[in-house]
């Protein structure tokens, strides 16, 4: 069956949304990102998983029935994913608007878990953002705080590089980058190690002194680290990918134009387990 739709005998005035205005905001106002797009890994487990056994009742389901028998999951020790199932490409520098979704003290919002975390990036209709896309601000920072085991060479890559933040401080504004680290001592006190004694920051890493009179954690010892890194998000969902539209005010005719894409991001440390690698 074939149902029109009725027209409107009157299709002026018309109100539309300029998107040259919406690109001026945005690069006046908007915040630099580093994009990195995913790709899903082809590591996926053929006929068996880490919790799917190869004797398992239903990988002998899926072969009777003609079915591979792939689960489809990620392996853990893949050297690209890591187990996440997905891996980054294609880095690069763009501008965006970053909001952020406040906590709501109801109990049960329409987003449930997802505020925690959570924030909005609206992107230039040419960058379009796919699931597991990542943006990492460039300019802003956070606390992160992590327990690592130090490594076998001079220096430790932590999950995400140190970066110095100058503090307006009064009477002189001071550089900073570690706020606190600490180690277990003798007789199981906590031990604090000082920046610039018992360890520098070199290229966004932990440089271990091994001097006299240094006190550095042991290879393979535990210790904890609080400090600046650029927050760093991932896509979890695009509700407003399809915010295209035609224009028709002070032009010929109507014209096609794409609008800016909104997506709803969350921290990536609450949404991905942490590099096994690293």
Not at 75 to 87: L, R, S, V
Not at 181 to 191: D, N, S
Request: glycine letters at 8%; charged letters at 20%.
């Amino acid at each position: 069956m074939i149902i029109p739709a009725r027209v409107p005998d009157k299709l002026i005035p018309r109100v539309d949304f300029n998107p040259e205005d919406f690109r001026e905001h945005l690069f006046t106002k908007g915040l630099r990102l580093t994009w990195e797009q995913a790709s899903e890994c082809p590591c996926k487990r053929q006929g068996q998983g880490d919790f799917v056994p190869m004797a398992s009742s239903m990988v002998d389901l899926l072969v009777t029935k003609g079915i591979p028998s792939m689960t489809g999951e990620a392996k853990a020790e893949c050297p690209i994913c890591h187990g996440n199932g997905y891996f980054h490409h294609s880095s690069q520098s763009i501008v965006a608007i970053v909001t952020r979704l406040g906590a709501d003290p109801k109990g049960f919002p329409g987003w449930g878990e997802w505020v925690k975390g959570v924030a909005f990036v609206t992107t230039l209709p040419e960058h379009v953002p796919a699931y597991q896309d990542r943006f990492t601000l460039t300019d802003s920072v956070l606390i992160y705080r992590e327990t690592r085991r130090r490594g076998t060479g001079p220096r430790d890559d932590l999950r995400y590089p140190i970066v110095e933040r100058l503090l307006d401080t009064t009477p002189t504004p001071i550089a900073a980058s570690v706020l606190y680290c600490v180690k277990i001592g003798v007789a199981g006190a906590a031990k604090e190690m000082v920046l610039g004694t018992d360890f520098k920051v070199v290229s966004g890493q932990v440089e271990w002194q091994t001097e006299v009179g240094t006190d550095a954690p042991a290879e393979k010892e535990f210790y904890s680290i609080s400090y600046y890194a650029n927050p760093r998000y991932v896509v979890v969902d695009i509700p407003h990918a399809f915010r295209d539209t035609w224009v028709g005010t002070k032009v010929p005719a109507p014209y096609f134009a794409p609008l800016p894409i909104n997506s709803m991001c969350q921290m990536e440390f609450l949404n991905q387990r942490e590099d096994p690698a690293a």
